[in-house]
């Protein structure tokens, strides 16, 4: 397990090269989650703050209570050890029972997201195999779709939903003994299974192991400001399908013994301030584009609500000095950015409290990880150099490190792949300082060309956002016969935003201007397009391949038409 040493507020070279990993053989995520801390009937796991099911506070004991009857209802219907068990819910108290009771089985855990399509769940319920599906019953028609496709998929267990031809959850767990003894598992087995959206070809499935929670929690505790404190409470708006939301907030928080809200309302900026000071939140991540609505939408949020933040986790996209200015100013908090993935978790980051956070930068490598910015020839790069951010296998004291995935469900040659000898592939640019800080550059398929100059996008969305007409902003390469490519924004409007064509036409002259005075001369964008919404993924980053390939077909058009 993880051995945390205190250190000075700049501590960082001693207890990054002070820690060490102590990983039992045996491991079991329910254990560490919920048993040990169910013998105290008073304490909290999940503060619920939903509509269809008003306020309700669960403790560990009422956790551990329904997990045990979900396991054995689970057993009956055939799942055992490595039987895939997939779980489409929102944001609500259910997940954890699922999770834990899935992990006491020894089955594998595959969370998805509600918000999936019938393509997007049978591609995924086929591939992976699954033999039980949990949702609720808004997600019972995208299963109903699919169902007569996925032959392995034999029970379907329906939350607010009572068909005849469903089990529903609430009858059986009612009608299931209370007490289960978990089998033991060991901390290489499989644990979840998530499958990763990319940003080319068909989704590919994370197999993690019971380890990564172990590997997630330097960075999970750095964070947050050294969690726990007394008083902690965590929420995030992230899904708890995804990585995000699942070994961000979800897990670990549980890990702690602490409390954590779950609210599936729609995410806006009250909402989010209202629930942080209804249930006086301590700790919280927050997606950068979260961050930029509520910057935007109550810029100076003392002035309405009550809050007890002391720690703020970002992470998905580069957060930006705008952001990060503000959080300081209006917040009194230094934003800590995060840089992860599925298959490797909390990798890098800051931590205000322990070290110096640089606005801008991605941090440093979390204690435990080995992470090096790395070229071509898979050798680490001089500082300000441009490379793709990597992991090795072994951390700096040659130990296995827990936190990387087993390998992609099924695809043996993809996992290979991941890997340039020791070191495992994230696919993000970056370039790293004197003092060890990385800085984003963007993904290795965003980067672009436009007149020989190479272009992240990252940096001009910043500086846009700026700008107080602009809410959001994202930008991708328009083809063009002459540069290669022009430099192109898509850019969201604050409300309240003067529009018409004159002063579209001001605006965009305007933030052309506003770019040019800010960055290098080659950065501004030549040609800017307003938009209502930026497309997005369901875990918060903005999906720039959809942007990309829309200009590359107006452009196919135009050359056919000339």
């Excluded at 907030?249 to 209202?274: C, K, M, N, Q, W």
């Excluded at 998905?316 to 100013?329: K, N, P």
Aim: glycine content about 8%.
């Amino acid at each position: 397990m993880p051995n945390h040493r205190s250190a000075p507020r700049d501590g960082y070279a001693q207890l990054h090269h002070d820690f060490r990993w102590l990983l039992p053989e045996s491991f079991n995520i329910a254990e560490l989650c919920c048993r040990r801390w169910s013998s105290d009937p008073q304490r909290i796991a999940i503060l619920v703050d939903d509509v269809p099911d008003g306020e309700r506070v669960i403790t560990y004991a009422e956790l551990q209570r329904d997990a045990n009857k979900l396991s054995n209802l689970l057993r009956s219907l055939g799942v055992m050890r490595g039987t895939r068990v997939a779980i489409v819910l929102p944001q609500r108290a259910e997940v954890a029972v699922a999770h834990i009771a899935c992990q006491q089985l020894g089955a594998i855990a595959m969370p998805m997201s509600v918000l999936f399509g019938p393509d997007a769940l049978e591609y995924r319920l086929q591939d992976s195999g699954a033999a039980v599906l949990i949702a609720t019953g808004a997600a019972i028609a995208g299963v109903d779709a699919v169902r007569v496709r996925c032959p392995e998929l034999r029970h379907v267990v329906a939350i607010d939903s009572h068909r005849d031809d469903l089990i529903d959850w609430h009858a059986a767990l009612a009608a299931a003994a209370d007490e289960f003894t978990p089998e033991a598992t060991r901390a290489t087995d499989p644990a979840i299974l998530i499958y990763t959206s990319g940003t080319t070809g068909s989704p590919k499935g994370a197999l993690i192991p019971q380890s990564a929670l172990l590997g997630n929690l330097p960075g999970f505790v750095a964070s947050q400001n050294w969690f726990p404190a007394e008083g902690d409470v965590f929420w995030s708006p992230a899904d708890w399908a995804w990585t995000g939301g699942l070994m961000d907030a979800l897990l670990p928080t549980l890990y702690f013994g602490r409390p954590i809200v779950a609210s599936s309302a729609r995410f806006s900026a009250e909402h989010a301030f209202g629930l942080m000071e209804k249930y006086r939140v301590t700790n919280t991540f927050l997606f950068p584009t979260a961050l930029k609505m509520m910057m935007k939408t109550v810029p100076e949020p003392k002035k309405h609500y009550r809050l007890a933040l002391r720690a703020i986790m970002s992470a998905g996209e580069a957060v930006g000095d705008a952001v990060f200015d503000w959080t300081q100013r209006a917040l009194g908090v230094t934003v800590n950015e995060m840089f992860g993935q599925t298959e490797a978790n909390y990798l890098v980051g800051n931590c205000a409290q322990r070290w110096p956070a640089r606005p801008g930068s991605m941090g440093r490598p979390y204690p435990g990880h080995r992470v090096a910015v790395i070229g071509d020839d898979g050798e680490p790069v001089a500082a300000g150099e441009v490379g793709e951010v990597a992991l090795h296998r072994r951390d700096i004291h040659g130990h296995p490190d827990p936190v990387i995935f087993s390998g992609y469900w099924n695809r043996p040659e993809a996992t290979r792949d991941k890997f340039r000898g020791d070191w495992l592939l994230t696919g993000d640019l970056a370039t790293v300082d004197d003092d060890g800080y990385l800085w984003y550059r963007g993904r290795a398929d965003d980067m672009f060309k436009a007149a020989g100059y190479r272009i992240g996008p990252s940096e001009i969305e910043n500086c846009l956002v700026k700008h107080p007409a602009i809410a959001n902003a994202a930008v991708v390469p328009k083809p063009d016969a002459e540069r290669g490519n022009l430099v192109k924004a898509f850019v969201v409007l604050t409300e309240g935003t003067p529009r018409g064509e004159q002063e579209d036409r001001r605006l965009i002259d305007e933030l052309q201007q506003h770019v040019r005075g800010l960055l290098a001369p080659y950065e501004y964008p030549k040609e800017i397009e307003f938009i209502d919404a930026l497309p997005m993924t369901t875990t918060g980053k903005v999906q720039r391949r959809v942007l990309k390939m829309l200009e590359a077909e107006r452009a196919g058009l135009a050359a056919a038409a000339a």
